[in-house]
């Protein structure tokens, strides 16, 4: 694997081996020292070009805890923001060694121009870009999801018949999309409940069943309900007439979890916004799988980096 | 210097085979065997002669964006594309809104001398969108403008539209509308549809250009003024320009090159060189903008040639500008999208390229085409040449073109605009010799 860059040209059996991997490192995470030295004197470096603390802590422990070198680049309220472009930044840091590149930009395919510049040799990780990716989110997800059907055993399964519901902002959600092509690939068979405004136009190419009304889906069973971050502001652009509304027809509310079947996992990519799309009650419920996320997004993400920069998964993706 | 040129053995749009004889910046004669007397003799067997090529959509860039283009590199693009005459878009800066300005541009069109370069006046002070611009003091000034335009902006506001249409009919102009509903495009980046979904790019839907193009042509009959729709992109405007003809609409429309050719998926690359307003399209859209030519709905082909430095292309997609170059590139790509494919004739390029694009721009000489005593403004085309494009094809001082590494049938061998060569043996005259020959020529013309 040279660069990973989306979900939507990963196969099946390269997500296996990731997710595998993740279990190997989860199982690190759980030693008195948490640490391997897989990737002593290769260089991380983190060019985050949008705010995201908890994306850009999580790749650094991750790096960390495989010895790697990290440099976190914050490009906004830098040479950056000042005008210096994509490529100035990648030859810089091309010239200091970088050997992996973390990147989150606010615009769709910008690791995408990254990989393909030739200006940079290093392995890219999107970490976020724009409105298109964010495929160790989705990774991370379908490890959260693989954890919890098979436990111990997960090595090795995909997510065949899982039903998964992706619920809100579809439209302006990166998570979303990585999650339709990887969690498909995987088996699983996912559902889309969005008002229209927020749904993208055109999507009968996807491999999704769409819908609009939140009860129906969850009357539906799903095994996994995600809920997206909705953005208030969202409500200035006509995509719908205010919070009270949204929630009401979208929101997770105490209500419609306990309409939900025992086995249903309740996640979230985070940041929530209690009380809008998701309740505290659902938010806090031993079904909702949002604190794991967290910590598994660190096994996945050392995973990816691991494979990227050791080469074990070369001439892959 | 009435230096003749004789043309041997060159074939018409037709078909038919002539010599042709330039003196005066006049074509002098048509026919075979002419004689050669006094007159450098350029083999032409092989070749088609085309009347010069007319733009009606060209940014030349100056003043104020000379990184990207000057009128003279501009103009040296064109003549190599096989044009004689450019309308030169009014987004400089400062924006071509005064008869200062567009005097200015058409002085350095004549000064450089490669082809003829007509003024585009803005609608609208700064294309702000709100204010007439002096549009009759551009009309009447030495550039004598005819075509008005805020393009880069759509003139969205419906009853100054009206008022422009009105206003410009007064001075036997017409409106160039850059169709673009503001509102529906905010942010827009690619054409709305799967693959915008997909990649997770702001669409810009085919509703927001058919949409103002359906307002504008009404507007157009209720007043009974001319209007010209800019790059027509989607399949459901050249339905309702069809529509507005059949009605009896004084509507004309334009098509460019890049939108006969090239389709949306090349937003998969990320690269940005594909990145232009309004966006490349879906295959069906291509296939009606060709059916739309065929059929007469739509009448010019305009290359919509928009340079920008490489600082402005080498960026994340949504970062880039828009605009793609296109003069040096638009006759072959014509051919491959229209000759090469059965769709259209010579005749019909002719047409499309040069006379009917005057006509609605009233640029005077090319009613006739290739005619005995007609101002000596010619082509000659090589199309079974075929070249891989690249950098190395562009005269223009931008390289922002989408067909890099393509290959491309036809090439230009030979440019005669006002009676002098502007191209010979497929290559630019070099500057000041063709400066020099303008010079000539003006004396010539004035005495």
Same mark, same amino acid.
């Given at each position: 694997?040279?660069?990973?860059?989306?979900?939507?040209?990963?196969?099946?059996?390269?997500?296996?081996?990731?997710?595998?991997?993740?279990?190997?490192?989860?199982?690190?995470?759980?030693?008195?020292?948490?640490?391997?030295?897989?990737?002593?004197?290769?260089?991380v470096v983190n060019l985050?070009?949008?705010?995201?603390?908890?994306?850009?802590?999580?790749?650094?422990?991750?790096?960390?805890?495989?010895?790697?070198?990290?440099?976190?680049?914050?490009?906004?309220?830098?040479?950056?923001?000042?005008?210096?472009?994509?490529?100035?930044?990648a030859?810089?840091l091309?010239?200091?060694?970088a050997?992996a590149v973390v990147v989150?930009?606010?615009?769709?395919?910008?690791p995408?121009?990254l990989?393909?510049?030739?200006?940079i040799?290093a392995g890219i990780v999107?970490?976020?870009?724009?409105?298109?990716?964010?495929?160790?989110?989705?990774?991370?997800?379908?490890?959260?999801?693989?954890?919890?059907?098979?436990?111990?055993?997960?090595?090795?399964?995909?997510? =065949?018949?899982? +039903?998964? @519901? /992706?619920?809100?902002?579809?439209?302006?959600?990166?998570?979303? *999309?990585?999650? %339709?092509?990887? !969690?498909?690939?995987?088996?699983?068979?996912?559902?889309?409940?969005?008002?229209?405004?927020?749904?993208?136009?055109?999507?009968?190419?996807?491999?999704?069943?769409?819908?609009?009304?939140?009860?129906?889906?969850?009357?539906?069973?799903?095994?996994?309900?995600?809920?997206?971050?909705?953005?208030?502001?969202?409500?200035?652009?006509?995509?719908?007439?205010?919070?009270?509304?949204?929630?009401?027809?979208?929101?997770?509310?105490?209500?419609?979890?306990?309409?939900?079947?025992?086995?249903?996992?309740?996640?979230?990519?985070?940041?929530?916004?209690?009380?809008?799309?998701?309740?505290?009650?659902?938010? =806090?419920?031993? +079904?909702? @799988? /949002?604190?794991?996320?967290?910590?598994?997004?660190?096994?996945? *993400?050392?995973? %990816?980096?691991? !494979?990227?920069?050791?080469?074990?998964?070369?001439?892959?993706? | 210097?009435?230096?003749?040129?004789?043309?041997?053995?060159?074939?018409?749009?037709?078909?038919?085979?002539?010599?042709?004889?330039?003196?005066?910046?006049?074509?002098?004669?048509?026919?075979?065997?002419?004689?050669?007397?006094?007159?450098?003799?350029?083999?032409?067997?092989?070749?088609?002669?085309?009347?010069?090529?007319?733009?009606?959509?060209?940014?030349?860039?100056?003043?104020?964006?000379?990184?990207?283009?000057?009128?003279?590199?501009?103009?040296?693009?064109?003549?190599?594309?096989?044009?004689?005459?450019?309308?030169?878009?009014?987004?400089?800066?400062?924006?071509?809104?005064?008869?200062?300005?567009?005097?200015?541009?058409?002085?350095?069109?004549?000064?450089?001398?490669?082809?003829?370069?007509?003024?585009?006046?803005?609608?609208?002070?700064?294309?702000?969108?709100?204010?007439?611009?002096?549009?009759?003091?551009?009309?009447?000034?030495?550039?004598?403008?005819?075509?008005?335009?805020?393009?880069?902006?759509?003139?969205?506001?419906?009853?100054?539209?009206?008022?422009?249409?009105?206003?410009?009919?007064?001075?036997?102009?017409?409106?160039?509308?850059?169709?673009?509903?503001?509102?529906?495009?905010?942010?827009?980046?690619?054409?709305?549809?799967?693959?915008?979904?997909?990649?997770?790019?702001?669409?810009?839907?085919?509703?927001?250009?058919?949409?103002?193009?359906?307002?504008?042509?009404?507007?157009?009959?209720?007043?009974?003024?001319?209007?010209?729709?800019?790059?027509?992109?989607?399949?459901?405007?050249?339905?309702?320009?069809?529509?507005?003809?059949?009605?009896?609409?004084?509507?004309?429309?334009?098509?460019?090159?890049?939108?006969?050719?090239?389709?949306?998926?090349?937003?998969?690359?990320?690269?940005?060189?594909?990145?232009?307003?309004?966006?490349?399209?879906?295959?069906?859209?291509?296939?009606?903008?060709?059916?739309?030519?065929?059929?007469?709905?739509?009448?010019?082909?305009?290359?919509?040639?928009?340079?920008?430095?490489?600082?402005?292309?080498?960026?994340?997609?949504?970062?880039?500008?828009?605009?793609?170059?296109?003069?040096?590139?638009?006759?072959?790509?014509?051919?491959?999208?229209?000759?090469?494919?059965?769709?259209?004739?010579?005749?019909?390029?002719?047409?499309?390229?040069?006379?009917?694009?005057?006509?609605?721009?009233?640029?005077?000489?090319?009613?006739?085409?290739?005619?005995?005593?007609?101002?000596?403004?010619?082509?000659?085309?090589?199309?079974?040449?075929?070249?891989?494009?690249?950098?190395?094809?562009?005269?223009?001082?931008?390289?922002?073109?989408?067909?890099?590494?393509?290959?491309?049938?036809?090439?230009?061998?030979?440019?005669?605009?006002?009676?002098?060569?502007?191209?010979?043996?497929?290559?630019?005259?070099?500057?000041?010799?063709?400066?020099?020959?303008?010079?000539?020529?003006?004396?010539?013309?004035?005495?």
């Amino acid at each position: 694997m040279r660069h990973l860059l989306s979900t939507k040209d990963l196969a099946r059996e390269e997500a296996i081996v990731i997710l595998d991997v993740a279990e190997d490192m989860a199982e690190v995470a759980g030693r008195e020292v948490p640490r391997l030295p897989a990737l002593r004197g290769k260089t991380v470096v983190n060019l985050f070009y949008e705010d995201s603390t908890r994306t850009r802590i999580s790749f650094e422990a991750a790096a960390k805890r495989l010895s790697a070198d990290v440099i976190n680049f914050s490009a906004k309220g830098s040479s950056v923001s000042k005008g210096e472009s994509l490529k100035d930044t990648a030859q810089t840091l091309a010239a200091m060694g970088a050997d992996a590149v973390v990147v989150r930009h606010p615009a769709s395919g910008a690791p995408d121009v990254l990989a393909r510049g030739g200006w940079i040799d290093a392995g890219i990780v999107n970490a976020g870009d724009g409105t298109h990716e964010h495929p160790t989110q989705a990774l991370l997800d379908a490890f959260t999801i693989r954890r919890r059907l098979h436990g111990a055993a997960a090595r090795g399964h995909g997510l =065949d018949g899982c +039903r998964v @519901t /992706i619920v809100g902002d579809i439209l302006h959600s990166r998570v979303a *999309r990585s999650n %339709v092509w990887l !969690l498909t690939a995987l088996g699983a068979r996912v559902s889309l409940v969005a008002p229209a405004t927020l749904m993208p136009v055109a999507l009968d190419r996807w491999p999704v069943e769409l819908g609009y009304d939140l009860d129906a889906a969850i009357a539906a069973g799903p095994d996994v309900i995600m809920m997206l971050r909705i953005q208030a502001e969202r409500m200035h652009d006509a995509f719908f007439p205010n919070a009270r509304e949204y929630s009401r027809q979208w929101g997770l509310d105490d209500e419609r979890m306990a309409a939900l079947p025992e086995r249903s996992m309740i996640m979230h990519p985070g940041p929530m916004n209690r009380g809008l799309e998701i309740s505290a009650g659902a938010a =806090d419920s031993p +079904r909702s @799988t /949002i604190r794991e996320q967290v910590a598994n997004g660190v096994s996945v *993400r050392m995973a %990816v980096l691991y !494979l990227l920069l050791s080469g074990a998964m070369e001439g892959k993706a | 210097m009435t230096k003749r040129i004789l043309i041997r053995g060159a074939a018409l749009a037709d078909g038919t085979t002539t010599d042709i004889l330039v003196a005066d910046g006049l074509v002098a004669e048509l026919g075979a065997g002419l004689s050669d007397a006094g007159a450098s003799v350029v083999d032409a067997a092989g070749l088609i002669a085309l009347p010069g090529l007319v733009d009606l959509h060209t940014h030349l860039r100056e003043p104020g964006y000379e990184h990207s283009e000057t009128v003279l590199t501009g103009s040296r693009a064109a003549a190599i594309g096989g044009f004689t005459a450019v309308h030169a878009m009014a987004n400089t800066s400062p924006v071509a809104d005064t008869a200062g300005v567009v005097e200015q541009v058409q002085a350095l069109g004549d000064a450089a001398g490669y082809v003829t370069v007509r003024p585009v006046g803005a609608v609208t002070i700064g294309l702000g969108g709100t204010q007439l611009a002096e549009i009759g003091a551009m009309a009447q000034s030495r550039a004598r403008v005819r075509v008005f335009s805020d393009d880069g902006k759509c003139v969205s506001d419906a009853l100054l539209m009206r008022r422009a249409l009105e206003y410009v009919k007064t001075f036997d102009g017409v409106v160039a509308q850059h169709a673009q509903e503001p509102r529906l495009t905010d942010g827009a980046q690619m054409n709305e549809g799967a693959l915008s979904s997909e990649l997770g790019l702001t669409g810009w839907p085919a509703v927001a250009e058919e949409a103002i193009i359906a307002r504008d042509v009404l507007l157009a009959e209720h007043v009974g003024a001319r209007l010209h729709v800019c790059h027509v992109s989607t399949a459901g405007s050249v339905d309702v320009v069809r529509w507005a003809k059949a009605r009896g609409i004084p509507v004309t429309a334009e098509v460019t090159p890049h939108h006969l050719l090239l389709t949306e998926d090349l937003a998969l690359t990320w690269d940005a060189r594909f990145k232009v307003n309004p966006p490349l399209r879906s295959r069906d859209d291509v296939d009606a903008l060709r059916a739309g030519l065929a059929d007469g709905t739509i009448d010019v082909i305009a290359t919509d040639h928009a340079p920008h430095p490489v600082e402005e292309k080498e960026s994340a997609w949504s970062d880039a500008s828009f605009g793609m170059v296109g003069l040096e590139s638009a006759l072959s790509v014509v051919q491959a999208s229209l000759i090469d494919t059965g769709v259209l004739g010579w005749v019909d390029i002719a047409r499309l390229l040069s006379s009917a694009p005057a006509a609605i721009g009233r640029v005077a000489g090319y009613d006739r085409g290739i005619a005995v005593g007609a101002a000596a403004e010619f082509t000659l085309v090589d199309p079974s040449a075929s070249r891989e494009f690249s950098t190395e094809e562009l005269r223009g001082r931008s390289v922002n073109s989408p067909y890099l590494g393509m290959t491309l049938p036809g090439r230009v061998m030979m440019t005669v605009h006002s009676g002098y060569p502007t191209v010979v043996d497929g290559e630019v005259v070099a500057t000041e010799f063709v400066a020099a020959a303008a010079a000539e020529s003006r004396g010539f013309t004035r005495g």
